[in-house]
Each structure stands twice: as C-alpha cells, then as structure tokens.
C-alpha cells in the first residue's frame, strides 16, 4: 500500500511539474529588413512594401492590411497563428499596443502608456517593451525592458540599459544600449528576470537558433569597446557555457548569422561575402544575391 502511495504521489508531483512548464510560443517577428514573409499556420505574413499584410496560407488571398495613419508606422510585427501585436505611436503623444485577432479580423488597443513605449518581443501573454528609463529630459536616453502579462494585467521589470531583445527556449537576451555604430555587452536572463549572465562584453550582433546563441564578438574580447572590423563568430548554449569559436577573424563585418553561414561586407563595405560554416569555403556575392 505505501509502495502505491508513493508511486501516486510521484506521478502527483511529475503531473504538476509538466503542469507549470512554460511552453507559451514565442511569436515571430516580421520587419522591414531581414524578415519580410512569415508563413505561420493558415497565415502568410508579409512586409515586403511599405504596408504589414497579412495573406492566407498560400500568400495568395489577402486578408488585413495595416494601413498607414497619424502615427509612427511600425518597424516590427509579432505573428501567432492567433494574433498579430504591434506598437502605435507618434512622438509626444499616447503608446497604444495593439492586437489583431487573426480569426475576427478585428484590432483593438490591449495596453495604453502616457509615455514612449514600444513592443520588443511576445511569448504567450507576456509583451516584452522597451521604455525611456531617464528621469530627465536632458538626460540620454535609456532603455528598459519590462514585461506585460495580458491576462493579469502586472507589469515586471526586467533589466535597464536593455535593447535589441530575442527571446530563447530557457532565457531571453538583450544588449546594452550603443549611440552610434559599436559592440557592446550583451547578457541572457531566465524567466524568472533574476541573475543575468554576460554573454560577451563586445558583441556586435547575435541571433538565437534553435538552443543556441551564435554572436559576432569584436576583438579583442576585453577592450573597451573592441575592434568591429574584426569579427569573429561564437556559438554557445543560451547559459553562455560551451562556448565555441566557428570562424576565424573576419576582417569585416558580419551581417548575417545562420546555422550553417555568415555573410558579411568587407571594411570598405564595398563586397559582400558568404562563409560555410562547416567547410570554411567563401564565396563574393552578387547583389543579386544579398
């Protein structure tokens, strides 16, 4: 009998575990530079002219159009196969956070701020926002990433001097905030926003891939702000522990990040080149290409 209550209490305990595992989507982000078409469920997205659309599963039948208005078109769109989340605003005036219901077609404000606020990533209910952390106007401005839970209405905040936020399976990432073109700190948090980790103190760009984090790092990794036109590409666990060099020194800057190749322009910005990652073959590219 006690080998049945314990056996009923183990599952008890596994049950309530695989209960409280945080498996909410991450919603992907559709922009004007590098992610044009998201084809998400029944949905095509699509922000390859100036206007977010949104398309049927074949991209062929259009369904919503953001359209243009008194306010600051949006450079980014969070997608589900539910919703839509994007960020209307216009300078010195209210941020809205708006929702399209993929299923009703219909949009409607979820959040309102009296202030600059702008979406920087979805999991779920929780809206990631970046907001001015400055207590004055005089002085330069600071991002702060907090958090916003849709069903409760709580608000969290989760770093300071936080910017270009993606979010991973076990930890989100940020970098610290730069005033012209540099490498900078960038760190990665769990879910519960305590004890950030330093990922690299001169990362110049990242990208999260599956469980991993590949990074352009500036060398030499400990000076002040590195050299960016030399770059070389890490791959590590969202930790920061087993971390891996998968290039050389590029002599240049790596705009690209993939599982397989990097591309990147030369110093003078004059050519553009493509890196395998397992065979270390370059190859120039067309424009044709880019």
Same mark, same amino acid.
């Given at each position: 009998?006690?080998?049945?209550?314990?056996?009923?209490?183990?599952?008890?305990?596994?049950?309530?575990?695989?209960?409280?595992?945080?498996?909410?989507?991450?919603?992907?982000?559709?922009?004007?530079?590098?992610?044009? %078409?998201?084809?998400?469920?029944?949905?095509?997205?699509?922000?390859?002219?100036?206007?977010?659309?949104?398309?049927?599963?074949?991209?062929?039948? @259009?369904? %919503?159009?953001?359209?243009?208005?008194?306010?600051?078109?949006?450079?980014?769109? !969070?997608?589900?196969?539910? =919703?839509v989340y994007y960020t209307k605003y216009k300078d010195g005036k209210n941020a809205l956070f708006m929702q399209i219901d993929l299923a009703t077609k219909k949009t409607k404000a979820?959040?309102? =701020?009296?202030? !600059? /606020?702008?979406?920087? /990533?979805?999991? $779920?209910?929780?809206?990631?926002?970046?907001?001015?952390?400055?207590?004055?106007?005089?002085?330069?401005?600071?991002? @702060?990433?907090?958090?916003?839970?849709?069903?409760? $209405?709580?608000?969290?905040?989760? /770093?300071?001097?936080?910017?270009?936020?993606?979010? $991973?399976?076990?930890?989100?990432?940020?970098?610290?905030?730069?005033?012209?073109?540099?490498?900078?700190?960038?760190?990665?948090?769990?879910?519960?926003?305590?004890? #950030?980790?330093? %990922?690299?103190?001169?990362?110049?760009?990242?990208?999260?891939?599956?469980?991993?984090?590949?990074?352009?790092?500036?060398? #030499?990794?400990?000076?002040?702000?590195?050299?960016?036109?030399?770059?070389?590409?890490?791959?590590?666990?969202?930790?920061?522990?087993?971390?891996?060099?998968?290039?050389?020194?590029?002599?240049?800057?790596?705009?690209?990040?993939?599982?397989?190749?990097?591309?990147?322009?030369?110093?003078? @910005?004059?050519?553009?080149?493509?890196?395998?990652?397992?065979?270390?073959?370059? %190859?120039?590219?067309? #424009?044709?290409?880019?």
């Amino acid at each position: 009998m006690k080998k049945i209550l314990g056996i009923l209490v183990l599952f008890f305990t596994l049950s309530l575990s695989f209960s409280f595992a945080d498996n909410s989507e991450i919603f992907s982000k559709v922009d004007h530079n590098y992610n044009k %078409i998201v084809q998400i469920g029944n949905y095509t997205f699509n922000y390859k002219t100036d206007l977010f659309k949104v398309f049927d599963k074949t991209g062929k039948k @259009q369904l %919503i159009t953001v359209y243009k208005g008194d306010f600051n078109y949006p450079t980014a769109f !969070f997608v589900s196969d539910k =919703y839509v989340y994007y960020t209307k605003y216009k300078d010195g005036k209210n941020a809205l956070f708006m929702q399209i219901d993929l299923a009703t077609k219909k949009t409607k404000a979820v959040k309102q =701020y009296k202030h !600059f /606020a702008s979406i920087s /990533a979805v999991k $779920g209910s929780d809206i990631y926002y970046e907001i001015d952390s400055k207590k004055n106007k005089d002085e330069m401005y600071v991002p @702060q990433l907090k958090v916003l839970n849709l069903k409760t $209405g709580k608000e969290k905040s989760v /770093a300071i001097n936080a910017t270009n936020v993606n979010l $991973g399976k076990n930890s989100l990432f940020y970098m610290a905030q730069t005033y012209d073109v540099s490498a900078t700190t960038l760190h990665s948090i769990t879910y519960d926003y305590k004890n #950030p980790k330093l %990922i690299s103190n001169t990362a110049f760009s990242y990208e999260i891939i599956g469980i991993k984090v590949y990074y352009a790092q500036a060398t #030499p990794e400990y000076s002040s702000n590195g050299d960016i036109t030399k770059q070389i590409l890490y791959v590590c666990s969202e930790d920061g522990s087993n971390k891996k060099a998968l290039t050389g020194v590029i002599n240049g800057y790596i705009t690209k990040i993939t599982a397989d190749y990097v591309e990147f322009m030369s110093e003078n @910005q004059s050519k553009y080149y493509r890196m395998n990652l397992k065979t270390k073959k370059t %190859i120039e590219l067309k #424009p044709s290409d880019r």
